[in-house]
């Protein structure tokens, strides 16, 4: 199982960026799938999940209303659209994927991706 995140980068705060997760080895139809991120020194944390089969979603509620999870289900990818980008949501971002129906949490998801790193400049 593979998970291939991409389309980090520099961005000023108030910005956007979106970033794609492209799963190969697998389909993700039996599948949740979600985005988390690590800052550095802090533990990584939950952004968004989505479950892939129905699409339901689960936001994080600090970041509800700036961040949107999609899927394209012929691509097996799905996304991060991240606007009004802020200083503070500079960390690397992963994507993951889990067996469970529905997982929020770091120890329910059983593949990660490398992660891109985000950096949001004031």
């Known amino acids: 199982v593979q998970l291939q995140a991409s389309g980090g980068g520099l961005v000023q705060a108030g910005g956007s960026l979106r970033l794609s997760c492209a799963a190969s080895?697998?389909?993700?139809?039996?599948?949740?799938v979600g985005w988390f991120r690590q800052a550095p020194g802090k533990e990584r944390e939950f952004v968004v999940g989505?479950?892939?089969?129905?699409?339901?979603?689960i936001y994080s509620d600090s970041l509800k209303g700036r961040f949107t999870i999609s899927r394209d289900i012929s691509k097996n990818t799905m996304y991060l659209q991240m606007n009004s980008l802020k200083p503070e949501d500079t960390a690397v971002y992963f994507c993951?994927?889990?067996?469970?129906?529905?997982?929020?949490?770091?120890?329910?998801?059983?593949?990660w991706g490398k992660g891109t790193q985000v950096t949001v400049s004031s």
């Open positions: 993951a994927a889990s067996l469970y129906y529905s997982c929020s949490r770091v120890h329910c998801m059983n593949y």
């Open positions: 080895e697998i389909t993700l139809d039996i599948y949740s």
């Open positions: 989505l479950r892939w089969t129905g699409g339901s979603t």
